[in-house]
T-cell receptor
Framework: DAGVTQSPTHLIKTRGQHVTLRCSPI?????VSWYQQVLGQGPQFIFQ???????GRGNFPDRFSARQFPNYSSELNVNALLLGDSALYLC????????????FGSGTQLSVL | SQQGEEDPQALSIQEGENATMNCSYK?????LQWYRQNSGRGLVHLIL?????REKHSGRLRVTLDTSKKSSSLLITASRAADTASYFC?????????????FGTGTLLAVQP
């Protein structure tokens, strides 16, 4: 079975541009969460989507948005990129129940120049 | 905000030695999870310990949880060079988001062959 897949692996953008990151969860998982990991820090929660509905949002500006499709894949969009948005963006999938482990993809490394 | 804080920040040991990492957190929890990250890529779930458990084993891993002290430890026995990675503790901060984990800053473990 395929794990969580993310694309692209690496991305280089310039300030002010827009970026879309994609994630496909493990088959059968209905929940996708997005995390941002800045170098030297632990991952920080951005969003969770379950059954195409937003279930939670972290402390990120409105430039960050996401959506989940009927096949449970998800996109994370970031508008008006800032240098500080440079980070590893991780997608995690699960069944959506509480108190369970998350399965992470390998991430998208975003560099904003 | 970071709920979990790992100690030490970095640890270097020889193959065959044991490695112990500690984690402290701030609020009441339902469970505490440990994850491993190789070279800044995706996180891999290692073990989940529930709040009513004091100790849990998985292969060469041993996790303890002291809810009165709001702390946990991860012991890796008979370490191998392949254990070289960053290790993070994570605690849930659910609200409506069942996949919202708060990660610490991590312990970077280097196992010398």
């Amino acid at each position: 079975d395929a794990g969580v897949t993310q694309s692209p692996t690496h991305l280089i953008k310039t300030r002010g541009q827009h970026v879309t990151l994609r994630c496909s969860p493990i088959s059968g998982h209905k929940s996708v969460s997005w995390y941002q990991q800045v170098l030297g820090q632990g991952p920080q929660f951005i969003f969770q989507y379950y059954e195409k509905e937003e279930r939670g949002r972290g402390n990120f500006p409105d430039r960050f948005s996401a959506r989940q499709f009927p096949n449970y894949s998800s996109e994370l969009n970031v508008n008006a990129l800032l240098l500080g948005d440079s980070a590893l963006y991780l997608c995690a999938s699960s069944s959506g129940r509480a108190n369970e482990k998350l399965f992470f993809g390998s991430g998208t490394q975003l560099s904003v120049l | 905000s970071q709920q979990g804080e790992e100690d030490p920040q970095a640890l270097s040991i020889q193959e065959g030695e044991n490695a112990t990492m500690n984690c402290s957190y701030k609020t009441s929890i339902n469970n505490l999870q440990w994850y491993r990250q190789n070279s800044g890529r995706g996180l891999v779930h290692l073990i989940l310990i529930r709040s009513n458990e004091r100790e849990k084993h998985s292969g060469r891993l041993r996790v303890t949880l002291d809810t009165s002290k709001k702390s946990s430890s991860l012991l890796i026995t008979a370490s191998r060079a392949a254990d070289t990675a960053s290790y993070f503790c994570a605690t849930p901060n659910y609200g409506g988001a069942t996949n919202k984990l708060i990660f610490g800053t991590g312990t970077l473990l280097a196992v010398q062959p």
